[in-house]
Nanobody, 116 residues
Framework: QVQLVESGGGLVQPGGSLRLSCAAS????????MGWYRQAPGKQRELVAS???????TYVDSVKGRFTISRDNAKNTVYLQMNSLKPEDTAVYYC??????????WGQGTQVTVSS
């Protein structure tokens, strides 16, 4: 089974930027659309951005204009560029397929903390 490894999180001040990476151990082309999810303490996991086979993208309203999802097919990697970060973006970020039937086991995620 393909494994997903998220990285790039950290502690950043409000207004700062981070770039998250989701590296797959194998081809994920058949899994698309792929998404970035986040889960804040005490809250349910939510889909914040997705990218389809044709590279079309969608975003939840709270991150529109600040986050950009992209991919590198040759590297089997999906990225999430996060700008103008806010404290409410603090969460563990995960990647996985959007379609339930295409999902693989969740990775460990990467912690993003936005705080001054």
């Amino acid at each position: 089974q393909v494994q997903l490894v998220e990285s790039g999180g950290g502690l950043v001040q409000p207004g700062g930027s981070l770039r998250l990476s989701c590296a797959a151990s194998g081809s994920i082309f058949s899994f698309y659309p792929m998404g970035w999810y986040r889960q804040a303490p005490g809250k349910q996991r939510e889909l914040v951005a997705s990218i389809g086979r044709s590279a079309g993208t969608t975003y939840v309203d709270s991150v529109k204009g600040r986050f950009t999802i992209s991919r590198d097919n040759a590297k089997n990697t999906v990225y999430l560029q996060m700008n103008s970060l806010k404290p409410e973006d603090t969460a563990v970020y995960y990647c996985n397929a959007v379609r339930l039937g295409s999902r693989v086991d969740w990775g460990q995620g990467t912690q993003v903390t936005v705080s001054s």
